[in-house]
C-alpha cells in the first residue's frame, strides 16, 4: 500500500509553508511519486475559531510588531503554554482526532510550534501508532513553544537551537540538527547569475539588489528604494511584495521616476529564480529567506525583525558575517555603497556564506522521516 506522510503547518507568514513544502519536493526528488504526502493548515482545517487568530498575525506584525513581541515574550513561558494549550484544546482536538483517524497517515510532520502537544494527544486518543517528528523553522533562537519532549524525533536547525532546545527540556538524544529546510529548487534549478539574468530580461552586467519582507511584504522597502534613487548608482533594483497588495501598487506606480531599472513582483514562486538573478539582499531576518538567500550566496542586509521570534537570526547574520543590519533606511543604502566600492568585505561575506549554509539540508530532513516508513 502507498505509505503517508502528513504536515501540519499554519498560514501564518509564508516560513511554515515554505519548510513544509521543501521537505514535500525533498521526498519527491528521493522518492518520486510513490509516496502521498498531504500539507494540512491545521488550524483552518480543524478549528475555525482558533484560525481567526493565526489570521490576525498577517496584520499584526505588520501594524504592531511591537505587541507581537510582547506576546511573544509572554508565552515564553511552560505554565502559559500549558494553560494556553487547556483553553484552546477543546476548540480543536475532538478535529485533529478525526482528521488523523480519517487520514490515517504513516508519518506526521509537524513544522509549526503551536499544535504539537496538542497533536502529541490527538495521535494518543486516535489509537493509531503514528510517529510524529516536528521540524523546528525557528533556526538559532527558539520559543518554548515548541518544546514537546513526547515527540519521536525534534529537527533543528544549528547547534545553538539545539543547546536551547535541550536547556528547555527537549530530551538531547531525540534532537537532530541538518540546518534550515529549503526547497531543493533553490540549489537543482538554478542557473549562472548572468544567464538568470538575461532570462529574466534584467541586463546581465549590473550589480542587482533584491528586496523582500518575507511573505507579507514586511519592511520599510519604499523608503530604502527612495534612498537609492538619491545617490548615483550602477544597479538595478527587484523587489517581491509578497502578498503587500499596497506596496507592489504604490511602487509599479512610483517605478517610472527612480533612476534605475526596476521589476516589481506581488507574491511569487519564483523567489529562487529571481534569487539566482541578485548580487544582494535587503530583507526582514525571516528563517526561510535567510536559509534561501544563503544557499543562492547572497549577501544579507537585514533591516527588520520580529522582536524576539527573529532576533536570534539578526545576531547570526552579523556573527558569521553573512551580512550587515540596519533599521535606518539611509544607512542601509550606505551600506549597500560601501559594499560596491569594497569589494574585499563583499567577497568575505560570500565565502562565509559558503561555508555556514547548509542548502541540502531538506534532501537530510527527508532522508530521516523515509528512515520511519
Ligand atoms: N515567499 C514566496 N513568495 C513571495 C514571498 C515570499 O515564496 O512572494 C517565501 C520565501 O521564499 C520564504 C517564505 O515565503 O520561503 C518567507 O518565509 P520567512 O521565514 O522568510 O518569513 P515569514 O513570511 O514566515 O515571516
Known amino acids: 500500500m502507498t505509505k503517508k506522510i502528513l504536515y501540519l503547518f499554519s498560514d501564518t507568514g509564508g516560513g511554515h509553508r515554505s519548510a513544509a513544502t521543501a521537505i514535500i519536493r525533498a521526498v519527491e526528488h528521493v522518492y518520486k511519486n510513490e509516496i502521498e504526502q498531504e500539507r494540512i493548515d491545521v488550524f483552518a482545517a480543524c478549528s475555525g475559531f ?56 504513516d508519518v506526521i510532520v509537524s513544522v509549526h510550534p503551536m499544535v504539537n502537544h496538542l497533536t502529541v494527544e490527538a495521535i494518543r486518543q486516535s489509537g493509531l501508532k503514528i510517529p510524529f517528528i516536528i521540524v523546528i523553522t525557528d533556526p538559532v533562537t527558539l520559543h518554548r513553544a515548541w518544546i514537546t519532549p513526547a515527540v519521536d524525533m525534534a529537527i533543528v536547525a544549528t547547534d545553538a537551537a539545539k543547546q536551547l532546545a535541550v536547556q528547555y527540556g527537549m530530551p538531547e538524544e531525540k534532537i537532530k540538527i541538518f540546518g534550515m529546510p529549503i526547497d531543493p529548487k533553490f540549489f537543482l534549478e538554478t542557473s549562472g547569475k548572468q544567464k538568470a539574468r538575461k532570462k529574466g530580461r534584467l541586463n546581465p552586467e549590473l550589480f542587482t539588489i533584491l528586496l523582500m519582507g518575507g511573505g507579507e511584504g514586511a519592511g520599510k522597502m519604499d523608503e530604502i528604494i527612495e534612498n537609492l534613487n538619491k545617490l548615483e548608482l550602477k544597479i538595478q533594483v527587484i523587489v517581491i511584495a509578497g502578498r503587500n ?3 507592489e501598487a504604490k511602487l509599479k506606480k512610483d517605478m517610472p521616476k527612480f533612476k534605475f531599472p526596476m521589476k516589481v513582483f506581488g507574491f511569487t514562486d519564483k523567489v529562487h529564480e529571481i534569487m539566482a538573478e541578485s548580487d544582494i539582499i535587503i530583507t526582514k531576518a525571516g528563517p526561510g529567506t535567510i536559509a534561501e538567500a544563503m544557499a543562492m550566496n547572497l549577501p544579507i542586509i537585514i533591516t527588520s525583525w520580529l522582536p524576539g521570534q527573529e532576533e536570534g537570526n539578526v545576531e547570526y547574520v552579523v556573527r558569521e558575517n553573512v551580512g550587515k543590519v540596519s533599521q535606518d533606511p539611509v544607512k542601509v543604502v550606505e551600506i549597500i555603497n560601501e559594499l560596491l566600492s569594497d569589494k574585499k568585505a563583499f567577497e568575505e561575506m560570500k565565502a562565509n556564506i559558503r561555508r555556514a549554509s547548509r542548502p541540502q539540508a531538506a534532501l537530510d530532513i527527508a532522508g530521516q522521516i523515509l528512515s520511519y516508513l
Not at 500549558?82 to 488523523?100: A, C, Y
Request: proline residues 7%; hydrophobic residues 40%; positive net charge.
Open 245 to 247: 497588495k499596497s506596496l
Open 50 to 105: 482558533l484560525n481567526i487568530f493565526a489570521k490576525l498575525y498577517a496584520p499584526v506584525i505588520k501594524y504592531t510588531p511591537k505587541l507581537w513581541g510582547q506576546l511573544y515574550y509572554w508565552l515564553d513561558d511552560q505554565k502559559k503554554l500549558e494553560m494556553l494549550e487547556k483553553v484552546s484544546g477543546p476548540f480543536i482536538l475532538n478535529e485533529l482526532v478525526k482528521l488523523i483517524q480519517e487520514k490515517k497517515p
